[in-house]
Structure formats: C-alpha cells, structure tokens
C-alpha cells in the first residue's frame, strides 16, 4: 500500500516538474512582450526598469503602461531579478510608495497569461513579460526585447 | 466490571478531562501555531535576503562597470570578496575571457544562477548581472555569489528558540491547570458529596458550598432547593401512605399485595379478617398458603415445576377461586389481580372478597328464577291456550258457535278474492228471522236464545260444509255460498234456508214457528266488494221482509229505500226537536151507554217532502234506534196539553197515550209522568197507558213492577193488541191493569171467520171473569159494532166510529156525528 501510495506520489510530481524543467533547459528566454498595434518597437534596460518601477515613460509621446505577469512564479522571480533587482515584497512595497508619492495606479497584475494578453491587446501602449515558448499562443503579441536567458556555464 | 486504574479513574474525573482537553488542545494547536510563525520568520529571513542579493549584485555591477582597467575591476572583485560581502565574483566577457576574484570561496562550484533562497542546495546563491555596451548589446556578464549559511543559520535559531518557547508554554501550561484544577473541582466534590447524602436519606443537614463560580454557586443553591423538596415530598409521602393504609384498613374487600416471587408483602385487616392471619406472620410466605389447593397459582415458583392444575397467576384476574382460611377450612373466594412494574420488580395486588353469602344468595337466586320460569311456561301454555279460546270468541258467536260478523268478513274478502282469480261468482245471503222478537219479547231471552241455537243447527244442516253461515247479532244470519255457479244456485240455496226454518221449533214441549226472510247478493254482480255486498243483501233482505216473499235478490232500486229509511232516522230526530210530528185523536165509545168517554193519542209525522207519514212508517225505526223514549215523552206532552186545553174547555175526555215496551224498562218513567201531569194540572184519573200484550210479556216481572208504579199514581192501564202474544195468564191475572184491548186482527173478520169471533166473546168472556174491561179494536162497520155490544164488550174503536182525528176535526166530530159526550163531560158554554 505504501509503495503504491509513493509511486504515485512521485509520478505527480515528475508530471508538476515537467515546465519547470523544460524551462531550466537551455534556450529559455524571458522576453518583453507588447501587442503588435502598439507601435512600440524597442526599449532600453533602463526604460524597462523605470518602466515596471512604477515610473512615467513615454515613447513617441505615448504612454507605456507596465503590466504584470504573474502566472508563473518562476517568471516573476526571474523577472524580479533581472528587471527590479528586488525581492516580490519589496518591490510591491515600492510600487505602493510610488502610488502614494507619485499618484496614478498600480500596474495591473494577472495571474491568468491569457487575460494579460488580452489586455496587451486592448490597450496599446501596455508592455509584459513572459516565456518566449509561450509567446507562439498569442499571434497579436510581439517580443520587443529579450530580458533573460539561460546561459549554459 | 474490570477495576479502573487510578490513571483512568483520574482521567474520567473532571481534573482528569481539564487537563487531558488542555494537553490535546496544546499538541494541536502548539505546532500549528509556532510551525506557522516560524514558515512566516524563515520566509522574511529569505526575502531580505532575496533583496539584499539582488540590489547588492546590481551596485557591484554599477560600481565595476565605471572602472575601465582590469586590474582596477579584480581588485574590486578581491576586494567585495575578501571583505565577505561575497564568497564569489567573476566576470565573463562576451568576447571570451574572464576576471575572476582570487579570493573566491567557492571556485569550485559551478555557476548555476538562483532565482530562490536555497535552490541548487550549495549554500551560494549565484546570480548573474549582463553589462551592456549599447542597448540591448550585453558586452559582459557579472556573476557573483553569495553566502547563504549565515541567513541558514539565522532560520536555524528561530526554530530552536521557536521549539523552546513552544516546550516551555505547554509545561507553563500543564502546570497551571493541574495548580488551578483541584481548587475548581474542590466544590464540585462537595457537592458530589452533599448529593450521596441526600441518596443516603440524609437531608437534615443544609447544603453550603462556597465558590466564587458562579454555575457552581447556582448548582449548589439548585442542590439545596432539590434537597428542601425531597423533604417536603417525603413529608408529603409519609402523610399519604398513611392515608392509605388507613383507607385499606377500612376497606371491606380483602387487599393482599405480592410481590414477583409470589411472596406476600402486606394485607389489611379486611384481608386479616378474611384469612385469620395476622399480617406480621403472613409477610414473606407464598400466596398459595391463602388459596385452596386446586387453585393454587404458580406465581415464584421454578419453570421446573409441574403446572398441574396450578394456574399463572395471570390468569387470576377478575377470577372466583377458592380462598383458605387459617383454621383449614375453605370457602368461595372472589379476586381480581392487577399488576404494577416496580423498580425493584413487578408488584400484584390482589383484591378478595369472601363471596360464600353472595354464593348462598345466588343458589337461591337460581332456585327461584327456576321456579319462576317453571310457572312462566305453565302460564305461557295457559295463556296461550287461553288466546286461542278467546280468538275463537273474538270471531265466533258465543250462543250459536257460529262464525260473528268479523270472521264473516275475513272469509268475504277471501271469497272474494277466490272468486276474481277464477272469475267465478259467489253469493252473500243475509237472513233475519220473521217472529223471533216475539218469542224473545214474550217467552224471555232463555227461550229466545234456545231458538237461536236450533236456527244455527237447521241452517248448518241445510248448507254446505264449504258455506259459511255467521251470526250477525239478534235474529240476524249471514249465509256466504262461495263456488256457486250462477244465481239460481244462491236462490236454492235461500229456499233451503227457508224450509229448513219453516219447520216449527219444540222447546219444552211447545212449537214455535219462527219462518225467516233472505236477502241474496251475488258477486260481482251486485257489488265487488263486502261491504257492499253485505249492506246489499241487507237491502234485499228488508225487501223479502216486507213482501213477505221469504227471499229476494238485491234490485238496485229497492235499494234507495234503504238510503231512504237510514235519512229517516237523522230527518225523526230533528222532527221530535223541532215538533214536526202532530197528534191525532181516536175516540173510544162505551158500549152501554154510547157516549165517547176516552180518545187514543195517535201520533203522525208531517214529513216536509213525504207527507203525513202513519206510526207504522217510523215507531219501529223509533224503537230501534232508541228515539222512542224522546218521541214518547213529546207525545206525553203533547197529549196532557191538549187535555188541558180541553179541560179548560169545558169538554171532559180521557186520554190514553202508547207505551212502548221500552217504557217498561225506564225506571223514570213514572217521575216523568207525574211531572208533566203536574205541569199540565191534569188529574191522573184522566190518564190512560197502553202497553202492547207483547211488550209486558219480554219482562214481566219489570213489567208488573212499572205498572203497579202507575197504578199507584191512578192513571189506568191498558193491554194493547191482546191476542198476538203468548200472555200468560198467571201474569195476566196479577197485573194491575183496567182494561183489555183486543186486537183488530180478531174483530175485524170475525163474523166472517168464527175463529176470531170465537176468540173474541173468549176474550171477553176471559177479561170480565177477570174484573177488566174489554176494548174492540177495527170495529169498521155496524154489523160488528152490534154483534160486540150482544157479547156485552165494554167498549169499541175504528173507522166506523171515527178515524183518528186532529183535536180540531176532533171537536168538529164531537158536535157533528151521531156520538156525544156524557152529560158531565159536555163542554160548559
């Protein structure tokens, strides 16, 4: 009984490790995403940083709004550490200060890739982050940086 | 029950379960609690961590991309390293090539970047930083490494001490409750403690429990008010039980209460009395010692026992047994067992009646009932017998023993009805006997009923056994012919009836012939129905009487006469009431002298449609319906009135009034008499009665007493119609009466039939040996008139003389025909 009860116990969590894993293979990129009617084309790291710290940044006189992508906790950690250089509670820390210093709104945060899409699409002007493999779903959207990417040592 | 350990029986106490609850609720909760104090210390530990790290690595990227020489960058590298702000930095040029810090900690590890705290389990967390030469164009990459263990460490400590401080609130804990327990228990125990003295009867004592807990403070009051009531009740129980010991004392049945074993547990003295025990004695021993042997019940005893004839004491119930008494002896015994369920068991109790009185009383009881339902059925048979005899009364003739009118009639209607089934027709015969109420008048009733007896004989001996003859009252016969064939049948039969009772009757020696009239009705012919057939033949009946044809069958127009004579009878009354009826005056000669001495009120009836009708039209209807007796008191009237009228006048008559035979059965006759006579001042010697031979001879005792009350009053007396009876002259002889009046019948034709005037100088003969004087009645010619005054008879009336006249014609007469009134009673002018 207990063997069996391990056996499947194990077998589920190989099926849950299985994204992760394939995302710690080589070739996974972490990549700045906005919807291809935007007109945005590209950004320097310091406007993305400004961009997701909750400061005003405008291109072409547009203004970008930052959204944030949630679905997967290692994206936003990934993301946490390569664009904000903080950790999550800090950085919802200084968005809050932000607000309360600057005014304006938190960035929107969606747990759920495909309503952030959909909002990408709906607003020009909002810019993301997510998997490049996960960018082949959403035709309307386009990579317009590449912010992470694993290296083999 | 297995002995508790002391373990156990401290756990199942209340100290027990405080602090058994508060140990369970501290492992629960406890680890819980510090488990998730601790996740939440180690999560902030690696998030500043997370922070430091990330921030760090960017300023160590910012401050080394402002140097421009290599060796400039390594000794930064050395000297982030050596200072132990990192354990490892390196830079990787995109071109090819490295700087690494000499002082690495941990060269031997494979830069695999962290994205969490602790991933890769090497104790380093690695992340890389990209520097950039233009946008987006990364020139070299900055990979550093950081210490871990010291924040390890930190995570460490928190979750000894958090383990510590957990060990050491659960000891605090315990000890607190196992401190705190006993002094909140302590009242509880006592009031466990009061409690088992109250149990135990003890509630003398008041109930103090001091506690600052409120509930329990309550519990004790509650205690107390429960231990003051169970006083009270006890009290109150105490008080009832002898209520009702003293009530079964006085009961007069015998209660013995036993319990599930049988065994008796009390008795009252009724039962003491019943049994000759003494309570005291009989407690704790088996019931059966109070019962007879055969009924002995096997309440407490073993299964193993025989029943034999011993009964479940169940059975008893409402039972009537045997009892036994203490001396031996038994006697009847009434008990009824009810059951009652006990804590301790089931309860009998048993109610006895000594029942030996009742018992005497029934077997006597039961001896009279018999007795009684001997006679009851004697009676029955009697009375039944007697039913049947009176039945036979009820529908026959008790002198005849023939069928009555009411058996007449059942039989009818069944003929009748015999008769539509077979369309056949059938004869009703109503048959009244021509001189019975003569023989009945003038022999008496015994002869009239020896007469009637030798009738039903001849009529049954005529007839048929299938015919029905039937008495119907008096002289009245009823003759039903069922199955006849046709009318002549009915006739024949009717001419056999008459034969039979032409025949003369012997009764002691003398012959009477009594002849009869019979009236036929034939169905359907005649009526469909009995009652109209009856009253038919009754029509047909009165015909034949008075055609004297001896029968006759019914004609539909003899019939109104019928109707007529039954509208006579309503139309006499009212001519009595109303006066319609008028007085005339026969006069009667003296022989000797010639001179008119008396006149005959004679009454007619001055009928509004029928005209003056004669006497003879409507006196029978009057003697037969009992109007006679008014009608003869009007003509009393009438008659003393006229006479008074006379006497004032001058003209001296006497008046001689009819009386029925009726007459002679008032007994207020004679007062009614006088009272007119005085009311009219007319002298009795002026009044004269005549009573039919007939009448005097139907009772002549009555008779003679009636008329000496008359002669007496000295009014004279006459026998009327002498020689149509059967006087008899010893009575003859004894009446008081003046004068003998021969009937017409003799003087009418008596010179031409020497029979009658053989009868007639008899009577006159007879009458004057016998000091009376003698009256001719139907003298209608001279001849007659001549040859009564040679035979020396005293008086005469009829046509000859004069017809009966109004008083006025009368007083026309008396001046105008060759007869006068004697001098004396010559009207004084």
């Keep these: ?153 | 029950m297995a002995p508790r350990s002391k373990l156990t029986t401290f756990l199942h106490g209340f100290a027990g379960r405080i602090i058994l609850g508060g140990a369970i609720i501290h492992l629960l909760l406890i680890p819980f609690l510090f488990s998730s104090v601790l996740f939440i210390v180690a999560k902030g530990y690696k998030e500043q961590f997370l922070n430091h790290v990330r921030h760090d690595a960017r300023q160590v990227a910012e401050r080394i991309s402002e140097q421009t020489h290599a060796d400039q960058i390594r000794a930064q590298l050395d000297d982030a390293v050596f200072s132990g702000r990192l354990a490892y930095a390196e830079i990787i040029f995109e071109g090819g090539g490295n700087i690494a810090a000499l002082a690495n900690k941990s060269s031997n590890e494979t830069f695999n970047e962290d994205f969490y705290f602790g991933e890769h389990a090497n104790n380093l967390y690695f992340i890389a930083v990209p520097f950039h030469s233009e946008p987006f164009q990364r020139a070299a990459t900055l990979r550093v490494g950081y210490d871990e263990t010291a924040t390890q460490e930190q995570i460490y400590q928190a979750y000894q001490r958090g383990v510590l401080l957990a060990i050491g609130y659960v000891a605090l804990s315990l000890l607190l409750v196992v401190i705190v327990t006993p002094q909140l228990t302590r009242p509880l125990r006592q009031l466990r403690d009061a409690a088992r003295r109250i149990v135990d009867n003890d509630t003398v004592g008041h109930l103090r429990v001091n506690s600052s807990i409120h509930e329990i403070a309550g519990l004790a009051e509650d205690l107390e008010r429960m231990r003051e009531k169970l006083v009270n009740n006890a009290e109150a129980v105490a008080v009832r039980e002898q209520r009702i010991r003293a009530i079964m004392d006085n009961v007069v049945d015998g209660i013995v209460t036993i319990d599930a074993r049988g065994n008796i547990e009390s008795m009252n003295h009724a039962a003491e009395k019943i049994f000759g025990y003494k309570q005291a004695e009989i407690a704790g021993e088996n019931l059966n010692l109070l019962l007879g042997q055969p009924y002995a019940c096997r309440i407490g005893r073993g299964e193993s026992e025989p029943a034999g004839s011993i009964d479940d004491i169940s059975r008893l119930a409402e039972h009537e047994t045997v009892g036994r008494h203490r001396d031996g002896h038994t006697f009847p015994m009434e008990m009824a067992i009810s059951e009652l369920q006990r804590a301790e068991g089931m309860l009998y109790t048993g109610i006895m009646r000594d029942i030996t009185e009742r018992k005497q009383a029934e077997a006597e009881l039961k001896a009279l009932q018999e007795d009684l339902e001997r006679r009851v059925i004697k009676r029955t048979r009697e009375l039944a017998s007697l039913n049947r005899e009176l039945e036979h009364q009820a529908l026959h003739d008790g002198l005849t023993e023939l069928p009555n009118r009411l058996l007449l009639q059942d039989r009818l209607r069944h003929a009748i009805l015999t008769a539509q089934r077979k369309v056949t027709p059938l004869a009703l015969l109503i048959t009244d006997l021509d001189r019975f109420k003569e023989i009945n008048d003038t022999l008496g009733h015994h002869y009239g009923d020896l007469v009637l007896q030798q009738v039903a004989q001849r009529m049954r001996g005529a007839l048929r056994e299938s015919d029905t003859i039937a008495r119907l009252g008096g002289d009245e016969f009823a003759v039903l012919l069922p199955g006849i064939e046709n009318e002549a049948d009915a006739i024949a039969a009717a001419l056999k009836l008459i034969s039979a009772l032409e025949q003369p009757i012997l009764l002691e020696d003398q012959s009477f012939h009594v002849g009869a009239s019979v009236g036929i009705a034939l169905y359907p012919d005649h009526g469909e129905d009995g009652a109209t057939l009856m009253r038919h033949a009754d029509v047909a009946m009165y015909v034949a009487k008075r055609a004297n044809s001896g029968f006759a069958l019914y004609d539909s127009k003899e019939d109104q006469h019928s109707v007529s004579r039954l509208s006579l009878v309503g139309e006499l009354r009212h001519a009595i009431e109303y006066k319609q009826l008028v007085l005339f005056y026969q006069p009667k000669i003296d022989l000797k002298t010639g001179l008119v001495t008396t006149v005959e009120a004679v009454v007619r009836w001055d009928h509004p449609q029928r005209g003056l009708l004669l006497p003879d039209e409507f006196i029978p209807l009057a003697e037969h319906t009992g109007l006679i007796r008014p009608l003869t008191f009007f003509v009393l009237d009438e008659a003393l009135h006229q006479l008074h009228l006379w006497q004032k006048a001058g003209i001296g008559l006497r008046m001689a009034i009819n009386l029925s035979a009726r007459h002679l059965q008032d007994e207020h006759l004679a007062d009614k008499i006088v009272a007119t006579m005085q009311q009219w001042g007319v002298a009795p010697q002026l009044l004269e009665f005549e009573i039919t031979e007939s009448a005097i001879m139907a009772n002549p005792l009555r008779a003679m007493d009636t008329l000496t009350q008359l002669d007496v009053m000295g009014v004279g007396l006459s026998i009327d119609d002498f020689g149509t009876g059967y006087s008899s002259l010893i009575y003859l002889k004894q009446l008081p009466v003046d004068e003998i009046k021969i009937d017409k019948s003799f003087v009418i034709d008596m010179l031409d039939n020497n029979e009658d005037l053989v009868i007639v100088r008899s009577t006159v003969d007879l009458a004057h040996n016998m000091g009376r004087r003698v009256v001719a009645e139907g003298v209608e010619n001279e001849a007659v008139l001549k040859t009564l005054i040679e035979m020396g008879c005293d008086m005469a009336q009829g046509y000859y003389i004069s017809r009966p006249l109004t008083a006025t014609a009368l007083g026309r007469w008396l001046k105008e025909s060759g007869w006068r009134l004697s001098e004396q009673n010559t009207p004084q002018v």
């Design chain 1, 1 to 153: 009984m207990i063997r069996k009860w391990t056996c499947l116990l194990l077998s589920c969590l190989m099926v849950l490790a299985q994204p992760s894993l394939a995302r710690n293979g080589h070739g996974e990129r972490l990549v700045l995403v906005t919807d291809q009617a935007s007109g945005i084309s590209r950004l320097s790291a310091s406007e993305i940083r400004r961009l997701f710290l909750g400061f005003p940044v405008n291109l072409a006189g547009k203004q970008l709004t930052a959204v944030i992508n949630q679905s997967d906790t290692r994206l936003y950690e990934v993301f946490l550490q390569k664009v904000v250089f903080m950790s999550a509670n800090v950085y919802e820390l200084h968005l809050l200060s932000n607000v309360v210093q600057l005014g304006g709104q938190l960035p929107p945060t969606f747990k759920e890739q495909s309503l952030l899409a959909d909002r990408l699409h709906k607003q020009p002007g909002a810019v993301s982050y997510m998997w490049q493999a996960d960018l082949t779903a959403y035709p309307h959207l386009i990579a317009i940086g590449e912010l992470w990417r694993h290296e083999a040592n």
